[in-house]
């Protein structure tokens, strides 16, 4: 091989002749197929020396490191690419990676959001269950207390007389008879009760407000009304025993009786059976009558 296909100036002349004999060599084996063996055997020695100072090998590395087959690229001009690549490889990779944490940082940003308004809703919660709470504690409180007064009221009731309760639940009944605002006490409760129903004045106007109220409401007297009736006749009869009143108390079937019974306005105005009574009639222990029986006839 010619000295000018390779760099000798700094060369020995043993690293010379080697550097010929390898070149020799290279023309040889440069049409072989791959996989051919060649009988020389290169040491580190000379492949250093070929890399070095061998332009055949230095130029195929840079066609071998050439981005494109077939192209010869100077050895700057790969360099340059190389780090050209290398930088673009880069700044693809940082952009990237910002774009995934602008995308993290906004996920980020929303669940803070939602994390504050979960922390929002939870404290408006736990604020009106504190207000249920309270209503409830004074619900409670005040059922309590409503049921202690009802015991006491009952407690009372039951102490009085037959149909003198009707007087607690009755407030337009009991104004009529003036015996609003009652004490709190049973027994001074039922002392006034008694001190105005033993007066025959009271029982007519008892007579007549019960009368209009079964009128109005097209109905017989209840049981509790009757009852109240009878307990201020036997109050009366208690100071006037020599002339006792009674209830007129007719019955169904019986005779239609103009002295003694008159018909309810909301009833048929003829019939001369009785049907029903709806409210007893007084009479004095005379025969006299003081009120006449409200009935229906038939």
Known sequence: MAKNTHDDAELSKDERKRLEKLGEGWGKVSNKPFGYSSPEKITLFDLRLLLEHFPPLRELIRQVAAPELGRVVPGAAVSVEWESARDEAAEAAQTEIEAECDA?????????????DLRRQLAEEQQRRGQMEQEVQRLRQQLEHQTQAL?????????????VALLGGNSALAVRLGLTDLPGDATGALIRVVAVLAQMSSIERLWDALKENCERERRPASAEEVALLQTALDWHNHNWSRKPFALHRPVAGAVFDFNKEQRAVSTPPTGETLSAVWLPGIMASSGSVQKKALVATL
């Open 151 to 163: 015991a006491r009221q009952r407690q009372q009731q039951s102490t009085f007389p037959p149909g």
């Open 104 to 116: 993290l940082q906004t996920q980020l940003n929303a669940s803070q959001h939602d994390a504050a």
